[in-house]
């Protein structure tokens, strides 16, 4: 057999395996933030402005995503998970009923538009140390600032 006939005759088959494969592993890892037990991973998340970011919670137990409001950069949107205008209104919500809390494999989403950094949290688990940052930078790939 020389060389395209052989191509010809593992091509297809390759291209389905593949395929096969990397669909499995989208379908895992359509998020960009996932939530463990007590943590957020990656901790720090770097996007450029306009990037819609998605947590997944990826455990058992419930969480929130809630931002920081105090210490959102200026100009920016406040967000939380239920969809809340403020951090207390996500905190008493959460306390009254566990609204906005997101439950296994429940997502949520946030387009991140003004540049800075937005530290968010866990409410259930803030004591816990579940926190998050988002970094909103022209330049995502290098850590330095
Ligand atoms: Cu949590």
Redesign the pocket.
Known sequence: MDRRAFLRAVGPTTAVGLAGCIGGRSANTDYDVG?GA?VFRPQELRVEPGTTVTWLNTSK????VTAYEDTLPEGADFFASGGFESEQAARDAWGNSSDGTLFEGQSFEHTFEVRGEYPYF?I??ERGG?VGTVVVTDDPETTEE
């Open positions: 939530m007590k137990q419930g969480h929130t866990c259930p688990h579940m």
